[in-house]
Nanobody, 125 residues
C-alpha cells in the first residue's frame, strides 16, 4: 500500500526557514510526480509546489515563488520542500502528494493519487 509521511514542520518566526520532507513507501517513487499543498484554517487546500517524475521540471505558486524550493531524492524515496523567508500567511498544514506519471495539472489536487497526513507549519510575527 502507498504510504506518504511528512515531517519537518514546526513553530518559527517570520523570516525563518524550514525544510519539510515527505518519505514515501509502497510506490515506485521515481515514476511519480510529487506535489506539496497546504491548507489553512477556514480555507481550501491550495497548491504550493510540484516536481515532475524525472525531476527536470518544477512548478510554484506565485505566493511562494522565489522563497520555496521543491526537490526530490529518488535514492531515498523522499521529496523535500525548502521554505525560506517564511511569512505568517504561510501558516498551514502542509501535505505532500504523489501522482503516477504526469498529472493533467500539477496544481490541481484532484489529479494526485496518494496523500500524506500533513505537517503543521506555524509562522509567528
Amino acid at each position: 500500500q502507498a504510504h506518504l509521511v511528512e515531517s519537518g514542520g514546526g513553530l518559527v518566526q517570520a523570516g525563518d526557514s524550514l525544510r519539510l520532507a515527505c518519505v514515501t513507501s509502497g510506490v515506485t517513487f521515481k515514476s511519480h510526480a510529487m506535489g506539496w499543498f497546504r491548507q489553512a484554517p477556514g480555507k481550501e487546500r491550495e497548491f504550493v509546489a510540484a516536481i515532475s517524475w524525472s525531476g527536470g521540471s518544477t512548478y510554484y505558486a506565485d505566493s511562494v515563488k522565489g522563497r520555496f524550493a521543491i526537490s526530490r531524492d529518488d535514492a531515498k524515496n523522499t521529496a523535500y520542500l525548502q521554505m525560506n523567508s517564511l511569512k505568517p500567511e504561510d501558516t498551514a498544514v502542509y501535505y505532500c502528494a504523489a501522482d503516477h506519471g504526469v498529472p493533467q495539472s500539477y496544481s490541481d489536487p484532484k489529479w494526485y493519487d496518494y496523500w500524506g497526513q500533513g505537517t503543521q507549519v506555524t509562522v509567528s510575527l
